[in-house]
Nanobody, 127 residues
Framework: QVQLVESGGGLVQAGGSLRLSCAAS????????MGWFRQAPGKEREFAAW????????YYTDSVKGRFTISRDNAKNTVYLQMDSLKPEDSAVYYC????????????????????WGQGTQVTCSS
């Protein structure tokens, strides 16, 4: 059983930056690929970014590509999401999740490909 706890959310003006962190415990972190999802009010949860087990491969949804960077530190059991050039439409609750899909080596963009979820952290970007 893996427990995930996100932190780093907050209020930022358009064009600003935030770095989200997600600390894992209770399992072997390096066995899982990790992803970040987000959910805005009244909308479905959507995929944002994915990183492979080793951190050597990443994948992003088009709307965040070039602005967000996902990374991980397996020694610290932590995954990060660096968010730059934030826009009001990036406002949402951000969730990290752990995926064993295809051994964590192939990108996972659907919620049902993830085994464990954090509780979420709010990101609000004002115009």
């Amino acid at each position: 059983q893996v427990q995930l706890v996100e932190s780093g959310g907050g209020l930022v003006q358009a064009g600003g930056s935030l770095r989200l962190s997600c600390a894992a415990s209770g399992g072997t972190f390096s066995r899982y690929a990790m992803g970040w999802f987000r959910q805005a009010p009244g909308k479905e949860r959507e995929f944002a970014a994915w990183v492979s087990r080793t951190g050597s491969n990443t994948y992003y949804t088009d709307s965040v590509k070039g602005r967000f960077t996902i990374s991980r530190d397996n020694a610290k059991n932590t995954v990060y999401l660096q968010m730059d050039s934030l826009k009001p439409e990036d406002s949402a609750v951000y969730y990290c999740a752990a995926s064993g899909y295809l051994g964590g080596t192939y990108y996972a963009i659907r919620s049902d490909q993830y085994n464990y979820w954090g509780q979420g952290t709010q990101v609000t970007c004002s115009s």
